[in-house]
Every structure is written in structure tokens, then in C-alpha cells.
């Protein structure tokens, strides 16, 4: 069903980095797309926006300090769009006037955030079971930011029954650019994608949309743009395994062959994270902790046995971390990285093991 016509259409989006090729987008990930990541990705090939993790807004908060960075400190040549989430609506419009001081591209609404803690306090994805308060929240930001507003969506709370309104309310406050994870809140993270869900919001609303959820490679966000006709894709955990994958989703898009990755290559990228993620107080344990996080998704597509993962899991030093990955990467260094992860293979922990604590949206509980 196609809405009326709008009054005013969305505003233009800032030109992609091959103009007129579907878009690309790294997906917000808490702890993961701070600065120091957002680098790393530029290097292997930026996607066309970025968006920061989400700045929390209650009556205590300030804009947090390292997240402001990855806007402040942005040298990617990409846009950054800065992601909040909250419901009061005088601390979000304070937040808001902090943000815009900052050179952002735009303001981006967390809707779908699926922790406990998170949608208890009826922020994130809790605010799907109430539209109305969608409502009030989307008039105040679409009032306060003269430029790019967006939207990053679930497909619901526990069902699908407010999907269309909130659509609606894309349309009624006139948001730029809506990003659809094509799961409910309840679905978390590791479902079947509703892909269809994502082909109506295509067709409901009125400004571009970016699906988001599961996109493993770069033939799969050919696929899913064919299907769901969205602007683009949003990517999160494959683009922490595969860090090429904007350069090669590009590629994919303009019809040229896809570049392929070796495991020396993966070599080459575990050891540019852990210098760029390297921060002056941090032990060298928290540092190898940080990084087993990474290499969880990397290990994904190492080997089919998940080898690579059993050994890098048990490392507790820099120098056994590292040596582990020349055993597995190095051995045969030409040997390719697979574009998909190899089935079965997990990474762990587990956020959907009863026993795994889910107090936020992080690695320490996300899985894919
Ligand atoms: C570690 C982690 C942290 C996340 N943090 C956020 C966040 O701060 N804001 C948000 O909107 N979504 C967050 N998400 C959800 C992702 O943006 C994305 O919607 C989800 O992972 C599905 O996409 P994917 O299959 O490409 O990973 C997070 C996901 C992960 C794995």
C-alpha cells in the first residue's frame, strides 16, 4: 500500500562513495564501531555511512566521551551518523542540542535495541510496543534537527502489529533514512531474517531504506536488495569477520569480479586492530580479551572445524594470541578466507543460552 503523497520529501543523503550504487552502511554496534574500528574498516574500504553506537540518554547523561570521538576524530573521508536512545523527551532534545554541535551527519533513533535492561526501561526496541510514544519522540527530533533525521528499526516488539504505524510515523515526521533489521525484538539476533518485512517498508515509506540483518557477503546483499528493493544494506557482525566486505559489495553492485581474501590478509587485518585498538592503561590481558571478541567472528571463516576459534580462545598473552594466528593464517597464507562463515561454525559466547548475561547490546553477549 503506497502512502499519499508526501509535503516534503526526505532530504538528499550524502553521495555514497561510487554515486548511484545501492548503499552501503557498518550497522551501530556497542562496544565494536568506536573510532579506532571505524579506522580499521576504512582501510579495507569504507562503507558509505557510518553510524556511532548509541549514546545513552537519561536524566544523568552526557554525550560519552569515547563515542563523541568516532564523530570529533573521524577520518575515514565517511559520514558519521550519531545514534541515541531514550524516551524522555527534555533529555532527548538536550542531547540532541549537544550532538549538532558536533560535526555529524545526522541524528539516528535507536528502535530496536533488544536487552532486557535496555527495552525494560521501554528505550530501544521496547518503544515498539508503543507507537504513541514514537509519535511524541519523532515530532521533537524532526523539530529540533534541521538536517538528516533517521530511524533504525525491528520489525516489532514480539509481533509484527505495530509495524505498519510505526512506518506511518517514518512518513508523518518526514524521516531521511530508515535502517530495518528484519527480526523482532524478541528474535534477538540469530532467527531467520524476515526479509519481507523489509520488502513492505521498501515499499511503505517514503525515504530510502537499508536492510539490515544477516548479510554474510557480498552475493548475499545482491540477493537481499533484489528481494526486499531496499537503497542499500546495513552490515554489523560480518563486517567485523570480513572487513572488505563494503569493497566488495561495491563490486558486487557494479557488476565486477569480487576481490578475494587470503588468510594472510586476515593476518595482516588481526594485527592492524590490535595496534589501532591499543590505548594507553590498557593491560595487555584486557587488550587480548578485546581482541578474542573480534576473532570470534573472524574465526568463523578460518577453517570448517573451528580450529582457529578452540585455539584462539584458550590464548591469555599477546604472544600466544598472535602465535596462534600465524599457526592457523600463516601456514598456508594464500589459502582463501571463505566469504561466508562455514555452517556450524559459531561464535561464542552466546547471547541466547539462558545462562548468558544480557545487560546491553554487546559482544560480550552477541553472537552470530
Ligand atoms: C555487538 C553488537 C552491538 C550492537 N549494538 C547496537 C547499537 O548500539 N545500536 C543499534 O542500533 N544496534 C546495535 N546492534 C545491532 C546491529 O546494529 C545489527 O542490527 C544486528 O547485528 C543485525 O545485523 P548483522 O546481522 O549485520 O549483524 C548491535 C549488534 C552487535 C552484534
Redesign the pocket.
Same mark, same amino acid.
Given at each position: 500500500m503506497k502512502p499519499d503523497p508526501a509535503p516534503a520529501p526526505a532530504q538528499p543523503l550524502p553521495p555514497g562513495v561510487v554515486p548511484g550504487l545501492p548503499l552501503t552502511a557498518l550497522?551501530? $554496534?556497542?562496544?565494536?564501531t568506536d573510532l579506532a574500528f571505524m579506522r580499521v574498516i576504512a582501510h579495507y574500504g569504507a562503507p558509505d555511512f557510518f553510524f556511532t553506537?548509541?549514546f545513552r540518554v537519561h536524566p544523568q547523561s552526557t554525550p560519552e566521551k569515547h563515542i563523541l570521538r568516532s564523530i570529533d576524530e573521524n577520518s575515514t573521508g565517511r559520514p558519521v551518523f550519531a545514534?541515541l536512545i531514550g524516551e524522555d523527551l527534555g533529555h532527548l532534545a538536550r542531547t540532541v542540542r549537544e550532538l549538532l554541535r558536533h560535526p555529524v551527519a545526522g541524528i539516528d533513533l535507536?528502535l530496536? #535495541?533488544p536487552a532486557p535492561k535496555v527495552y525494560k526501561k521501554n528505550v530501544g526496541g521496547g518503544l515498539l510496543r508503543e507507537p504513541e510514544r514514537i509519535d511524541d519522540i519523532l515530532r521533537l527530533l524532526r523539530d529540533l534537527v534541521p538536517g538528516l533525521l533517521t530511524v533504525?528499526m525491528r520489525i516489532g516488539f514480539e509481533d509484527q502489529r505495530h509495524f505498519l504505524r510505526v512506518l506511518e510515523l517514518v512518513n508523518e515526521h518526514r524521516v531521511d533514512l530508515l535502517s530495518v533489521?528484519g527480526r523482532t525484538v524478541k528474535e534477538m539476533?540469530r532467527s531467520e531474517v524476515h526479509y519481507d518485512a523489509i520488502a513492505a517498508a521498501v515499499r511503505h515509506v517514503r525515504c530510502p531504506v537499508l536492510a %539490515?540483518? %544477516?548479510?554474510v557477503s557480498a552475493a548475499r546483499a545482491a540477493d537481499v536488495l533484489a528481494t526486499t528493493r531496499a537503497a542499500g544494506v $546495513?552490515?554489523?557482525?560480518?563486517a567485523i569477520r570480513n572487513p572488505w566486505i563494503f569493497r566488495q559489495c561495491r563490486e558486487q553492485f557494479a557488476g565486477q569480479p569480487v576481490s578475494r581474501v587470503t588468510l594472510a590478509g586476515v593476518r595482516e587485518y588481526v594485527g592492524r586492530l590490535y595496534r589501532e585498538t591499543t590505548a594507553p592503561g590498557l593491560a595487555e590481558r584486557l587488550h587480548v580479551n578485546k581482541m578474542k571478541k573480534y576473532l570470534n567472528f573472524v574465526g568463523q571463516s578460518v577453517d570448517p572445524a573451528g580450529a582457529f576459534l578452540h585455539d584462539m580462545r584458550r590464548t591469555e598473552t599477546e604472544a600466544a594470541l598472535f602465535a596462534v594466528c600465524d599457526r592457523h593464517l600463516l601456514a598456508e597464507p594464500d589459502r582463501e578466507f571463505a566469504p561466508a562463515p562455514f555452517p556450524g561454525v559459531v561464535a561464542r559466547p552466546n547471547c541466547e543460552t539462558p545462562s548468558a548475561p544480557s545487560d546491553g #547490546?554487546?559482544?560480550e553477549t552477541?553472537t552470530?
Open positions: 550497522a551501530p $554496534m556497542q562496544d565494536v553506537e548509541f545514534q535507536n530496536g #535495541c533504525k533489521h539476533y %539490515n540483518g %544477516n548479510i $546495513m552490515i554489523g557482525r560480518h #547490546c554487546s559482544l552477541i552470530a
